[in-house]
């Protein structure tokens, strides 16, 4: 059984650290991967912002990236403390454990609640929008009985499978995770929801920006988020291409278990989660399948230790020269490749081909894929 609640340990950010991690992360071509490289490298936030534009330059961009200015970052605080969240950095206490272990972990998230429920072990339950009467009961009964065991409940507050998961573990414990910014939730049938969850002691969690309203494409992230904070995710009813099986896909991508509920054959709900047992997925008919799937990694508990490193030293530090950036970028195309084939078919040190990489990054010319493969996008 996890323990009632995880033992949080990590340094808190200055006040002028947050808003230059902040500025950071919502500047262009900075995403979590190329956040955590800069801060490696230069040391600081602060550093790797004054750095930007001679990285963009030697990078191939005509024009300095945008940087978000030290007012937007400010402003944006001020919101998050006005609405009562607050911005939690990848090394602090308040992160949720697991999401730190994550491949391209956000460096910041926003949250609102209670950093208990947030930073105790989860387990994801996720599925169909358009649930069965029978599907969102049993994610309730689910939820219930993992809630009951110790776990946080996390999913994406969407109608069906994901409301029935908060619903039933309002009183133990439930994280939601949000495709848009923490003051724009979807669907505005779930608002009451929403405000339970708050009222008692649950959390709301988004790495998108106050005032961001959700797009398609900003669920993906939302659904990265579930599976990393997550020991384990649940489907329960999920038909073929829906964003439920993106989330199992990215929970196996990240090592975490994926569990599915098996349905009938003949509704098209239970496609993609009868597909998922044939390709290895836990087959789950009650919340002992995974209770005993997950007490493995609680005894000890899994070990979270990912974090920004310390910065490298000023002899790797140097910038690489122009023949080093022409032979590394003749090496990439529009096919993504690991980085250590790059290093061994070069011949460059690692050190000289990550600040390549990175030059391209902050460039806009490069594009970063899961495993850590990158691939050269068209001029």
Known sequence: MPHEETTRQGIELSARQRVAWLRLIRSDNIGPVTFRELINHFGSAEKALDALPELSRRGGSSRSPRIATQAEAEGEIETAERFGARFVGIGEPDYPPALRQLDGAPPLVAMKGSATAATRACVGIVGSRNASINGAKFAAMLARDCGRAGYTIASGLA????AAAHRASLATGTVAMLAGGLDRPYPQENFGLLQDIYDQGGATISEMPFG????????PRRNRLIAGVSLGVVIVEAAERSGSLITARLAGEAGRLVFAVPGSPLDPR?????RLIKEGAMLTTGAEDILEALRPLMEPQLPYDRKI????????????GDDERSIIAAALGPSPVETDDIIRHTGFSAATVHMVLLELDIAGRLNRHAGGRVSLLAD
């Open 309 to 320: 490193e310390e910065p490298r030293s000023e002899e790797e530090m140097s910038p690489p």
């Open 270 to 274: 239970c496609e993609g989660t009868n």
């Open 212 to 219: 961001w309203e959700p797009r398609a494409r900003d669920f």
């Open 159 to 162: 109608r069906g499978i994901d």
